[in-house]
Protein backbone atom coordinates (compact mmCIF):
# COMPACT_ATOMS: atom_id res chain seq x y z
CA UNK A 1 0.00 0.00 0.00
CA UNK A 2 1.25 3.16 -0.84
CA UNK A 3 1.40 6.17 1.43
CA UNK A 4 2.40 9.76 0.71
CA UNK A 5 2.30 12.05 4.01
CA UNK A 6 2.96 15.90 3.90
CA UNK A 7 4.30 17.51 6.50
CA UNK A 8 5.81 21.11 7.60
CA UNK A 9 2.49 23.51 6.69
CA UNK A 10 2.19 26.23 9.32
CA UNK A 11 1.21 29.55 8.90
CA UNK A 12 4.47 32.21 8.21
CA UNK A 13 4.35 36.07 7.42
CA UNK A 14 5.00 37.58 3.97
CA UNK A 15 8.64 37.14 2.42
CA UNK A 16 9.33 34.13 5.23
CA UNK A 17 10.41 30.54 4.68
CA UNK A 18 8.71 27.32 5.04
CA UNK A 19 10.12 23.66 3.96
CA UNK A 20 7.73 20.92 3.50
CA UNK A 21 8.26 17.14 3.34
CA UNK A 22 7.07 14.54 1.91
CA UNK A 23 7.62 10.63 3.51
CA UNK A 24 6.90 7.55 1.24
CA UNK A 25 5.85 4.13 2.17
CA UNK A 26 5.48 1.25 -0.35
CA UNK A 27 7.08 3.39 -3.33
CA UNK A 28 10.64 4.21 -3.28
CA UNK A 29 11.05 8.27 -5.35
CA UNK A 30 14.36 6.52 -6.74
CA UNK A 31 11.99 5.20 -8.93
CA UNK A 32 9.76 7.71 -9.04
CA UNK A 33 9.01 10.84 -10.23
CA UNK A 34 7.52 13.57 -7.90
CA UNK A 35 5.67 16.42 -7.92
CA UNK A 36 4.21 19.21 -6.06
CA UNK A 37 0.53 20.81 -6.08
CA UNK A 38 -1.70 23.33 -4.48
CA UNK A 39 -5.26 23.94 -4.07
CA UNK A 40 -6.38 27.08 -2.60
CA UNK A 41 -9.83 27.81 -1.81
CA UNK A 42 -12.36 28.15 -4.35
CA UNK A 43 -9.96 27.45 -7.10
CA UNK A 44 -8.57 23.98 -8.76
CA UNK A 45 -5.53 22.35 -8.05
CA UNK A 46 -2.95 23.94 -9.97
CA UNK A 47 0.57 22.50 -10.16
CA UNK A 48 3.88 23.91 -8.84
CA UNK A 49 6.60 21.92 -9.47
CA UNK A 50 7.78 18.33 -10.25
CA UNK A 51 11.10 16.46 -10.36
CA UNK A 52 11.92 13.22 -12.30
CA UNK A 53 13.20 10.25 -10.35
CA UNK A 54 16.65 10.52 -12.41
CA UNK A 55 16.74 14.43 -11.07
CA UNK A 56 17.49 14.86 -14.88
CA UNK A 57 14.14 17.30 -15.32
CA UNK A 58 12.53 19.80 -12.79
CA UNK A 59 9.78 21.71 -13.93
CA UNK A 60 8.47 24.91 -11.69
CA UNK A 61 5.31 26.64 -12.39
CA UNK A 62 6.01 30.82 -13.22
CA UNK A 63 4.57 31.75 -10.20
CA UNK A 64 6.84 30.17 -7.86
CA UNK A 65 10.72 29.93 -10.08
CA UNK A 66 13.59 31.50 -8.30
CA UNK A 67 11.72 31.05 -5.01
CA UNK A 68 10.80 26.89 -4.81
CA UNK A 69 13.08 24.39 -4.57
CA UNK A 70 12.24 20.50 -5.01
CA UNK A 71 14.67 17.98 -3.53
CA UNK A 72 14.62 14.01 -2.55
CA UNK A 73 16.46 12.65 -0.07
CA UNK A 74 16.64 9.39 -1.19
CA UNK A 75 18.48 7.54 1.82
CA UNK A 76 14.90 9.15 3.70
CA UNK A 77 12.26 8.35 0.62
CA UNK A 78 11.11 11.82 1.60
CA UNK A 79 10.85 14.95 -0.80
CA UNK A 80 11.01 18.60 0.07
CA UNK A 81 9.80 21.71 -1.42
CA UNK A 82 11.51 24.53 -0.18
CA UNK A 83 9.44 27.98 -0.36
CA UNK A 84 11.69 31.09 0.16
CA UNK A 85 10.35 34.50 0.06
CA UNK A 86 6.68 33.56 0.20
CA UNK A 87 3.42 35.68 -0.60
CA UNK A 88 0.24 35.71 0.09
CA UNK A 89 -1.13 34.41 -2.83
CA UNK A 90 0.84 31.35 -1.68
CA UNK A 91 -2.15 30.51 0.56
CA UNK A 92 -2.87 26.81 -0.39
CA UNK A 93 -3.18 23.35 0.64
CA UNK A 94 0.07 21.87 -0.60
CA UNK A 95 -0.09 18.22 -2.13
CA UNK A 96 2.43 15.78 -3.25
CA UNK A 97 2.41 13.61 -5.48
CA UNK A 98 4.21 10.27 -7.35
CA UNK A 99 4.25 9.16 -10.77
CA UNK A 100 5.07 11.72 -13.63
CA UNK A 101 6.65 15.05 -13.75
CA UNK A 102 3.88 16.42 -15.85
CA UNK A 103 1.74 19.61 -14.74
CA UNK A 104 -1.39 17.71 -15.23
CA UNK A 105 -3.28 16.20 -12.17
CA UNK A 106 -4.76 13.47 -13.90
CA UNK A 107 -1.31 12.00 -14.94
CA UNK A 108 -0.36 11.40 -11.05
CA UNK A 109 -1.26 8.16 -9.59
CA UNK A 110 -0.64 8.76 -5.93
CA UNK A 111 -1.27 11.47 -3.50
CA UNK A 112 -1.00 12.63 -0.54
CA UNK A 113 -3.41 14.03 2.18
CA UNK A 114 -2.24 17.49 1.52
CA UNK A 115 -0.75 20.39 4.61
CA UNK A 116 -1.86 23.64 4.82
CA UNK A 117 0.32 26.84 4.12
CA UNK A 118 -0.98 30.51 5.18
CA UNK A 119 1.12 33.65 4.40
CA UNK A 120 -0.25 36.34 6.24
CA UNK A 121 0.61 39.63 4.76
Known amino acids: QVQLVESGGGLVQAGGSLRLSCAASGLTFRTYSVGWFRQAPGKEREFVTA????????NYADSVKGRFTISTDNAKNTVYLQMNSLKPEDTAVYYCAAGSVSGNVQDYKYWGQGTQVTVSS
Open 51 to 58: MSWTGGIT
